[in-house]
C-alpha cells in the first residue's frame, strides 16, 4: 500500500502521470471524501471508523484558563525560544524544534510552530481507543507487517525500488511518502516542483507495478489534496485591533484553515462571536455544519467553543503551521469543492470490497482485512 500524502485528484490526468491514469482505468477507483482539518485522516484509516466515532481531532487539546495563567519560564521554554528566533526559515524551525523536543523528551505533535508560551497550553494527547487498529488485528494474527514514512525525499525512491525485496519478507508493506504534502504546501499544486516530482513517483511506481506478480494486491491512496492559496488573512491581528487580547479575553488554536476558539467568559464570547460573524474570509460552523463534517460529537477541548472555518483558497496566516512564509497550497477545507483524495485499488479480490464511487477513509482497512481473510473490526 503507497500513501501519496496530498494527492489531488487533479493531478490524474494523462499528461502529468500517465501510469496511474491508466491504473485508474483498469483497476477501482475512486475519489475519497475529504477530511476537515488535518489529523483524523490516519485515525479513522487504521480504526475503520469515523472522526465521530473515535471523538478525536486533534492531538492536542486545550488545557484551560488556568494553564494560560501559568506561564512558567522552565529552561525549555527559554531554549524554544531562542530556537524560534534563530531559526532563518520555518522549515528549519522544525527541524531544529524537532531535535529539541526530542532532547527534552516532550512529546511533540502537529502542529509543528505552537508559539512557546502557548506549549502548556495545548498538550498532545494520544488517545486510547477501545477498538483495534488495523497494526493490532494484523499483529494478532501473525501478519508480518513493514511501515515506512521516510522524513527525507530521498529516501523515498529507494523504499519504492525496495518493495519487491520487501515483499519476499513481509506480508503487508505500507509505505507513506510526504514529499508532495511539503512541496504543494510550499511551491503550489500547479508548480513545477509538484509536477516534477508527481512525473517521477508515476515513473518509479510503473517501474514498479510488473514486479509486484499476480498475488499481490497494490493501494494507491492519498490523505487529502492540494488547493491553490489565493488570499491570506491574520485573523488574531485582526480580533487585536478590534481590541481583543489574546490570552486575557480568548485563546485560539490557529490552523491554516481554521480557529478553534475559548473564552474567558460569555461576555468576550458574545463580542468576539459578533466580530468574527462580520469576517468574508470564513464562517462560524453551526451545529448543522458540525454534523454535516462528522465532527459534532467531538469534545471542546479539542475543537473550541467555537470553531471558525476558512473558505476554500484562503488561509489565516500566520499560524501554528506557518509562522514565516505563507502556504500557497492547503488541504483541510470545511466546505471544499476544489479536490479530493484519490484510492486506486489494484485486485480483483480487493476490488470487489470496494464499490462505492466515493469511498471513505474508512472503508480501506477494513477492506485491507477482508482481503487477508482475517477477522474484522469490532463495531
Ligand atoms: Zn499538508
Redesign the pocket.
Known sequence: MIWLD?FSDRYLTPELCPFLWNLSKNCFFAKIKPLFAYKGIEYCFEYGAPLNKLGVWNDHVFAGFDAVNKRQNSLFKKVLKFVDNFSPSDEWNKVFRYILFKLARVEYGTPHLIPPQYIDVFPVTRPSFNRKSLYQILDENSIKYLRKEPKLAISEVGLIKRIPKYLRKYDVVFLKLNSL?RLG?KYGPSSNNVRRRIRYFDKLIGELFPKLGKNVALIVMSDHGMTPVLHYFDLINFLTKKGFEFANHYVAFVGATYTSFWFKNEQYKEKIVNELSYVEVGHLLSVKDKIKLGINKIGLEYLGEETFAAREHHVFFPEFYHVRRPPKGM?GYAYSSYDAPICIVCNEILESNMTKQVASFTDLASSITNFLNLSNFSS
Do not use: K
Request: no cysteine; aromatic share 0%.
Open positions: 496530498a504534502d504546501h488541504h
